[in-house]
């Protein structure tokens, strides 16, 4: 199968070709698409080497499959473009995830969404993806109410930019371009994308309505306060979660020892918890610190521990397009 990765030399699309070729999805073709700047430029890919060509050329080629990575005013002008010589595209920018007409998916919540018809398919945010994991079988049984969750953010899920603001703030170079309004290192900054509506940032405000969509249920409330942090591992998230019946702690951990996708790790007594040091280059959301909320009845807390390229992004990406060649929709 012919496929194209556009923002193949990002953060994200790097780890789309990783996960590709560690899934063995069918790749005939593959067309890396990149900037101006690096066509021409070689990539590896399942030991053969690929150049990098404009997005025109992509187009022309019409791929079966695009996975994009490559920011939301890439995505709004190609996207179409792709589509419209029966591309079917999934991208992983914000660009169509609550346009009414387009899907938002996780595939173990709601692949069964998609059909024939869906030719540009919205990868959520990665700070969604792990929250939705955990959220939708508990849902589910206990019916949510209300939702408060607190992220502590990758650098990585700003970019390979800000990677380098880090290690360099670490070896004590603070002459590096800070991706920043502040040293990440040594910090914690409760901001993470532009501020937008009430004094809620971006990031807030996909992880206060991203997850209604997928889950196909806005009858809960959500908020959301994103921090960044200097780590590069994963995100993690701290939720508490009233329900609208109380619930069974030790059920509460078989459900989710029992959802595909899901690792519960939650014993203190031997300190074992998730951390994103752990859950780097892992495809599985973590989540552990389960425990009754006493300030509040049919109340619990969590933490939730994901690598934000992988299942937060690219694998999520690929399970899509996993799941549209096993349904034969593409
Ligand atoms: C972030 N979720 O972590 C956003 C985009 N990857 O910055």
Known sequence: MKIAVVGATGMVGQVMLKVLE??????????????????????????????????????DM????ALFSAGGNTSLEFAPKFAEVGTTVIDNSSAFRMMEDKKLVVPEI?????????????????????????????????????????????????????????????????????????????????????????????????????????MGDDSFNLSATAVRVPVQGGHSESV???FENDFDLDEVRKILSETPGV????????????????????????????????????TLNMWIVADNLRKGAATNAVQIAEYLLKNHLV
Not at 37 to 51: A, D, L, R, T
Not at 62 to 65: D, L, Q
């Open 240 to 242: 508490n979660i009233e």
């Open 110 to 214: 709601n692949a069964s969404e998609l059909s024939k018809n869906d030719k540009i398919i919205a990868n959520p945010n990665c700070s969604t993806i792990q929250l939705v994991m955990v959220l939708h079988p508990l849902n589910l049984k206990y019916n949510l109410k209300r939702v408060i969750v607190s992220t502590y953010q990758s650098v990585t899920g700003t970019g390979k930019n800000a990677v380098d603001q880090l290690n360099a703030e670490i070896s004590g170079d603070n002459t590096t371009e800070k991706v920043y309004p502040y040293e990440i290192f040594k910090n914690a900054l409760p901001q993470c994308d532009v501020f937008a509506e009430d004094d809620y940032t971006k990031e807030e405000i996909k992880l206060m309505t991203e997850p209604k969509k997928i």
């Open 62 to 65: 019409k791929p079966k499959i």
């Open 263 to 298: 690792v519960v790790m939650d014993d203190v007594s031997n300190k074992i918890y998730p951390m994103p040091l752990y859950s780097e280059g892992k495809d599985e959301v973590f989540v552990g610190r389960i425990r009754r909320d006493r300030s509040q009845p049919n």
């Open 22 to 59: 560690e899934r063995n999805f069918p790749v005939t073709e593959l067309i890396p698409v990149a900037s101006e700047k690096s066509v021409g430029k070689k990539i590896s890919f399942k030991g053969n080497k690929y150049s990098i060509v404009s997005m025109q050329t992509a187009i």
